[in-house]
């Protein structure tokens, strides 16, 4: 089965999360770190480590037994519970604009989280498909090593500069030739990047 790799926009987007267990404690605080809209928890209780987003605006708990019958209007729809059986019956009740997350069932769910790294704008992500979680693991390890300590703040760099180069009024082909400068190594450590950026736009 073949996926496509996105990054997803979760602004104005709701999420109805079925069950409050240990799988839920993993995804929920992922979605709110992106930026959600709203999630609602659909669960009789409600796991201690979940605890600490009742003061959260955007988290909310509908203390209530989920059924083979329930329906829910969310875009995002994530089947965490234990009970196989209820998630096979809610995913036939699906809309057809939501996508569906099974904790369970990974043939049937319509995105998966890839292991990840951010650091700052910067994210990677490594998935093997469910072929091997361990290898996948193994290999965000020795890509972690590689990412460079100064990232986050060459990242703020590297946009500053193009926001500087795109509003100065040189041609398409100028702008590219300078930002491909400007993402050069020895052109991100050079402490006086800032004054070498306004030279390449002076000079240009």
């Given at each position: 089965?073949?996926y496509?790799?996105?990054?997803?926009?979760?602004?104005?987007?709701?999420?109805?999360?079925i069950?409050?267990?240990?799988?839920?404690?993993?995804?929920?605080?992922?979605?709110?770190?992106?930026?959600?809209?709203?999630i609602?928890?659909?669960?009789?209780?409600?796991?201690?480590?979940?605890?600490?987003?009742?003061?959260?605006?955007?988290?909310?708990?509908?203390?209530?037994?989920?059924?083979?019958?329930s329906?829910?209007?969310?875009?995002?729809l994530?089947?965490?519970?234990n009970?196989?059986?209820?998630?096979?019956?809610?995913?036939?009740?699906?809309?057809?604009?939501q996508?569906?997350?099974?904790?369970?069932?990974?043939?049937?769910?319509?995105?998966?989280?890839?292991?990840?790294?951010?650091?700052?704008?910067?994210?990677?992500?490594?998935?093997?498909?469910?072929?091997?979680?361990?290898y996948?693991?193994?290999?965000m390890?020795?890509i972690?090593?590689?990412i460079?300590?100064?990232?986050?703040?060459?990242?703020?760099?590297?946009?500053h500069?193009?926001?500087?180069?795109?509003?100065?009024?040189?041609?398409?082909s100028?702008?590219?030739?300078?930002?491909?400068?400007?993402?050069?190594?020895?052109?991100?450590?050079?402490?006086?990047?800032?004054?070498?950026?306004?030279?390449l736009?002076?000079?240009?």
């Open positions: 089965m073949s496509l790799p996105i990054i997803l926009k979760l602004t104005g987007k709701k999420a109805a999360v069950g409050a267990g240990k799988v839920a404690t993993r995804q929920i605080p992922k979605l709110l770190e992106a930026g959600i809209s709203q609602v928890v659909y669960a009789p209780t409600l796991h201690p480590t979940l605890e600490c987003y009742l003061n959260e605006p955007r988290f909310r708990w509908e203390k209530t037994m989920v059924d083979h019958k329906t829910f209007n969310e875009d995002l994530f089947f965490m519970t009970d196989s059986a209820l998630h096979l019956s809610l995913y036939q009740q699906r809309g057809p604009f996508l569906v997350y099974f904790a369970d069932h990974a043939n049937l769910s319509d995105f998966h989280f890839p292991m990840t790294v951010q650091r700052g704008h910067l994210s990677v992500s490594v998935s093997t498909s469910g072929a091997s979680p361990t996948g693991k193994k290999l390890d020795k972690s090593k590689v460079p300590d100064s990232i986050e703040e060459d990242l703020l760099f590297l946009e500069a193009r926001k500087q180069v795109h509003s100065s009024g040189l041609e398409q100028i702008r590219k030739q300078i930002l491909r400068q400007c993402a050069m190594p020895y052109f991100l450590q050079d402490p006086n990047r800032e004054q070498l950026l306004r030279e736009i002076d000079q240009a």
